[in-house]
Structures are given as C-alpha cells and as structure tokens.
C-alpha cells in the first residue's frame, strides 16, 4: 500500500475521527436536533433518548453500575477540573489535603496549584523511574486531612499505566475519595471502576476516535454516594453537577466511538503494541543510546517514547516534520520553555528530557508507516549527531558532566 | 510553530559542519550554551595570522532548528571578516536574517555568544605564543 504524507503517529494528542462516529453523529445536527430536556415533545425525547444511550455505552467500558453515574462535561480538562475542585469544595469541612502524582497532565497540576492558593494543601508524590507511583508512597502522603487521591490511569506522555486497583484499595481502607484521570486509557485498555474502586474518573471522547469538546466524569453514587460542587450553575442538567445544554451531536459520537472500542479493544491493542515493539526494536538496535522512557511492560499498547542522547528533540521533530507528525518533550515545543517535567520526574537528565520523542500509534497506522517512520527517525538523529558537538565530545571520550557549562 | 524558508534551509543544507583539528594555526574555538539547557554551541574559527582575516568557520550544534539556523548562517557570515569585523557581528542581525520568532531570539543570542568566545579564545591563543602571531 502506498504511503499517504504527512504520517500522523500523535494520537495521544488528539485522534482522528472514525468515520462511523463521524455517520452516527450527523443526523443530531440535523433533523434530530431537539433539547434532551424537553420533556414535552418527540423532538426533546428522541435527544434525550440518544444521550441516555451513550451514557450507557460509557458505563458499560468501565463497569459503572448505573449510567446515571456519568456526567458529560466539553472534555477531559473539564471533568479533571470538575472532581478535583469539586470534591476538594464540597468536602472541605472534613478536610483540606490532597494527595496526587508529579507526572499529572497539566490540568491535574493546575488544578492544584490552583487550590493550594485557595488554603487547600497537596502532597505531588514523586514516581519511580519507570514511571509507576509507589502505593506505599501514597499511604505515607496521607493525612487525617486528605480527602481526596487523585492519580492518572496511564500517562500521556510515556504512557505507563498505574497500578489503580492497590490504589483503589487503599483509599477505600482509608476512607478517603479516588479519582483517575484515564483520559488516556479509556477506551484502550480495561477498566472496571468497581474492581478497582474507583469513585470519579475523567475520559475525553477525542482520543479515542470521537469529536473534540466533549467529555466524561464518572461520579460513583453509592458506596459511597459521591457528592460534588458545581463548576457551572445554571439548569441544573446532569444532576445538578454539570449545567448547560448537552452537546448531543458531540455525546453521540462520543458513545459511538466507546462502543467501537469496546468491540476492538483486545483486539486493536494486540495489533498496536505489536506495531509499537517493532517499532521499538528497530530504533533501540540501530541507534545507539537510545533510551526507553517508561515502564517497558505496563504501558500502554500504542505509546512508545524515547530519548535519543545528544540530539535534541525539537531538532528531530524537524527533520521529520514534512512526513510524519510525532511530539516531543524538548522545551522548544512547549509553552513553557521547560522540557518535559515527565522525563524528568524519572530521574532522567534534564538534556534527555530536551530529547525525548514520542510516538503513538493509532487505529489507522499501518505496518508500512512504522517502518517508514522507524526509518527516517534512525536517519535523522544520526545526521543530527553527526552536527552534535556532544556527541563529538562523548566519541572523543570527554564525561560532558565534566565540563563547565555556562548556562544562560 | 512554522519554521522560516531561511532555517529550514540551514537546516536541511547546514554550511560548514565539522571541526578543525586541535593544532591548526589561527584557531579560535567557542563552546557556549549547556546540555541541561537544551542548547549547546561549538563554533572555530581560522584565522589568518598575518592578515587577522578568517578564512574558514565551522559549527557542531545540539539544539532546535533555530539554533543550529543560527550557527550555520554565523560560521557563512564569518568568513572572509576580520576578527575586528566578526565582533560586530549582533544577534539581532541573526533575528532579522533568519526571520526568527519571538521565542527562539536566544538562539540568535547563543550564536553571537560563540563567536565572541571563538574570538576571544583566538586572541588568548594569540598573545600566549606571541612569536607565531607575528612571524612574517
């Protein structure tokens, strides 16, 4: 099969729609583009009727007793915005601690940081450096002041995947409320939010082959009943926890693409990790110094992220950008400047964190990418280290830690 | 972000990459920038003794695009000037010619930092062998 540029080998950034999403979605724009909550005509029932069939989709994918237990919100930042300060709120007589991880998506973080101005106080437990938080290190975290564990289900950018249920466990012995942001990992691999006791958990519809601007909160109702302070007032649609007029479009496709994963799941994993090892295998046994990120086995299927020593990333990116589209966690491609506080908080460099790369993989990747992509990769970083006085100086024998560096 | 026409030519056809062997005559190095940084800079320069005028330049780069855009141009532009023409050499020369954005100015700021390092190393290697550097 032919190569079609540019390769998009991002989609822990974003994903493509699925064209089946994109067909169940099309008609709600439409001629069936009632309000759910009319209550007093075909037009509101049939709107109604189509969102309470994708909250039961989602319910299904994590083993929800009750679709009623799901809020649909405009996206993952949202709901990780609506648990952790309406929990933090609505709990904030009986405490105000709570524990989280330093390799939470910027949302998570902010959020936080966010509270701590507001009297709250958070302990961000630090991760071992395959990625994984140490339970043990969450119990220590804990105090007769926490109220809510907030840890991520799998990163996003080095795509370990923790061990929930020990942490689920915990916080159920504690007594203490457990929410996971697994906007990376719904869809793509199990959940069950009772097995692993999960009380809120965060999903975003557009990386899992759905429309962008909407999203998910699991809000357990029993055992125990969790409550919530609003981040938006008004109709009091969504029980009170999310006001304002449901995107129906959105949700549809939103259930479709859960309901496509459900079916796939096992089956698409399989092929992606397949896809992603030879990827993998063909990059560390060409380049050498080439380092994985991330836990080599608990992670997930179509995350594959490496750090290529004395090349910096953006500098890659470049050399790839015409063809293929991956990301990095070199300062040059963020906001802030820094690089990758993921990276770092493994314990690695910080001039390994600047040559990190990631790919993921997705549903439409083909075999023929992935070597066209492991390839060019190979390609570029040794023409890059061929123009790296690092790498000149590490063949020459020099310990670059050695060197006084000035920094700017 | 877009890169310019200008960076993603040196990019693609960097000029001058390499390094001069250690014992060359009229040789000035810079190395500035740090790893943890994310940018750092090897820049020579061989300078004509008699005539103080730089005949050859090379770069090694480990940085962005922009960085080792910024190099490449400055080793071009170093060729045939004189030392006392290379130190006039400003960043915001580097910003104009290679249209850089706002946030990749310290690439232009590191670029002229190692030309005045290449620049002033040759100078200290100058004046420690005073006989070669004005031997007929």
């Not at chain 1, 069936?32 to 989602?58: C, I, M, Q, T, Y």
């Amino acid at each position: 099969m032919a190569l079609k540029f540019p390769i998009f080998m991002d989609a822990q950034s974003t994903t493509p729609c699925d064209p089946r999403v994109v067909e169940a979605m099309l008609p709600y724009f439409t001629e069936k583009f009632g309000h759910p909550a009319s209550r007093n005509h075909p037009f509101g029932w049939e709107a109604e009727a189509a969102v309470d069939s994708a909250r039961a989709k989602l319910a299904r994918l994590i083993g929800a007793r009750d679709p009623k237990e799901l809020v649909f919100t405009s996206g993952g930042t949202e709901s990780i915005n609506l648990a952790l300060k309406g929990v933090a709120e609505m709990y904030r007589e009986k405490g105000n601690h709570i524990v989280t991880t330093v390799i939470e998506q910027r949302a998570g973080l902010d959020v936080c940081k966010r509270l701590e101005r507001q009297g709250f106080t958070v302990t961000y437990v630090p991760v071992q450096p395959d990625g994984l938080v140490d339970a043990e290190e969450i119990r220590k975290a804990i105090t007769d002041k926490t109220t809510l564990i907030s840890v991520m289900f799998a990163n996003n950018e080095v795509g370990t995947i923790q061990d929930i249920a020990a942490i689920g466990r915990l916080a159920k012995e504690k007594g203490i409320l457990f929410h996971t942001d697994a906007t990376q990992a719904f869809g793509k691999v199990p959940i069950n939010v009772e097995a692993m006791g999960i009380d809120l958990l965060s999903a975003t519809a557009h990386l899992i082959y759905g429309p962008k601007g909407v999203g998910a909160l699991y809000v357990r109702r029993k055992a125990p009943r969790v409550r919530l302070v609003p981040l938006i007032d008004g109709g009091g649609h969504e029980r009170g926890m999310r006001s304002g007029t449901l995107p129906v479009p959105l949700i549809v496709g939103f259930g479709k693409a859960t309901e496509i994963c459900a079916e796939v799941m096992a089956e698409e994993g399989a092929r992606l990790g397949k896809l992603r090892d030879q990827l993998q295998d063909m990059i560390l046994s060409n380049v050498e110094e080439a380092y994985l990120n991330g836990h080599p086995e608990r992670r997930l299927p179509q995350n594959l992220n490496i750090s290529f020593a004395y090349v910096e990333g953006e500098s890659v990116l470049m050399g790839l950008n015409k063809e293929t589209a991956l990301s990095s966690g070199s300062a040059c491609t963020s906001a802030t400047l820094e690089p990758s506080y993921v990276i770092g908080a493994l314990g690695a460099s910080a001039e390994l964190a600047h040559s990190s790369i990631r790919f993921s993989l997705h549903r439409f990747t083909t075999e023929e990418e992935v070597e066209f992509v492991g390839k060019r990769t190979i390609d570029v970083v040794k023409r890059l280290r061929e123009m790296s006085p690092l790498y000149e100086l590490a063949k020459e024998g020099v310990d670059l830690k050695s060197i006084h560096w000035k920094a700017e | 972000m877009a890169y310019s026409d200008k960076v993603v030519d040196h990019y693609n056809n960097p000029r001058n990459v390499g390094s001069f062997p250690k014992e060359t005559p009229g040789l000035g190095t810079g190395l500035v920038g740090a790893p943890e940084c994310g940018d750092v800079m090897k820049l020579q320069i061989k300078v004509n003794v008699d005539t103080g005028v730089i005949e050859d330049a090379k770069f090694k780069t480990f940085g962005c695009g922009s960085a080792i855009a910024s190099s490449s141009l400055a080793t071009e532009w170093l060729k045939g000037k004189t030392v006392d023409e290379a130190a006039k050499i400003k960043n915001t020369d580097i910003v104009n010619e290679l249209k850089l954005p706002p946030v990749k100015i310290h690439c232009s700021v590191l670029a002229e930092d190692a030309i005045k390092a290449a620049l002033a190393d040759y100078r200290e290697k100058q004046a420690a062998a005073p006989a070669a550097a004005n031997s007929e």
